[in-house]
């Protein structure tokens, strides 16, 4: 089986929407995307990301999947501020912004059994990803693979291909839990561009399976001048 995951397009975070720019680039991103088979659609409930989902959705004739499990992870750590959405002008520090050549000057934040336990966002980060590594974990059960330790039980073979329109902090994570690399290493140095997509593929053997990478980010259908303006 396969898994598209793909950020959204260009934001406006104040409204939890896509700008101008953004919904050219959900539409671009839709005829991109034609290159590959698609047999269900997961999107995020955020506004940004169920905006870029309904162009394909709609070109491929498809009904969106809805997901709470799917939204940005929080990345506010030692905040005071209960469990909030994330919102302009927080000063709490942000596990998004630590420097990766700060981050990865410690050979321990390459652990993927320790990471929470090596970085101060760690106790925050953790439970939020494990609620998207079970929303996950829930969606692959059902088309016939179940998570045991590193791998994938394969109960029936698939050759479908799911798409999941998230964000960064999403697609990170889950490159984190589905490639065994530490989160704080997947999170500086993958690059992740609005309407971007990864394509991840089974590999499947003895009746286990493992998630291969084929390609990080593809943003050919992005007009070059946008993608320098909005890194």
């Given amino acids: 089986m396969q898994l598209l ?10 409204t939890d929407s896509l700008t101008d720019l953004g919904h050219t680039e959900a539409r671009r991103l839709s005829l991109a ?4 088979p698609i047999d269900e659609v997961y999107t995020s409930t955020m506004g940004r990301a169920a905006q870029t989902a309904a162009y394909t959705s709609e070109r491929r004739g498809l009904n969106p999947i809805p ?8 990345g506010r750590y030692g905040s005071s501020i209960p469990p909030q959405e994330w919102t302009l002008g927080d000063p709490s520090p942000s596990a998004y912004e630590l420097p990766a050549v700060d981050l990865l000057a410690r050979a321990e934040l390459y652990s993927y059994e320790r990471w929470e336990h090596e970085v101060p966002y760690g106790p925050w980060m953790r439970p939020q990803c494990d609620a998207l590594y079970a929303g996950c974990d829930a969606v692959l059960e059902g088309e016939g693979y179940r998570r045991y330790g590193l791998r994938y039980a394969v109960r029936v073979p698939s050759q479908r291909t799911l798409a999941f329109f998230c ?11 589905l490639l065994y690399i530490a989160l704080p290493v997947a999170l500086p140095l993958f690059q992740h561009d609005t309407t971007g997509f990864s394509l991840l593929r ?3 053997e003895g009746g286990h399976s493992v998630f291969r990478m084929v390609f990080l980010n ?5 007009d070059l001048a946008a993608i320098v303006k909005h890194p």
């Fill in 5 to 14: 995951l793909i950020r959204h397009g260009d934001p406006h975070y104040p």
């Fill in 33 to 36: 995307l034609d290159a590959f």
């Fill in 218 to 222: 593809s943003v050919a259908h992005k």
């Fill in 202 to 204: 089974t590999v499947e």
């Fill in 67 to 74: 997901c709470d499990w799917l939204r940005e992870l929080d």
């Fill in 167 to 177: 964000h960064g902090g999403v697609i990170a994570a889950l490159l984190s839990r």
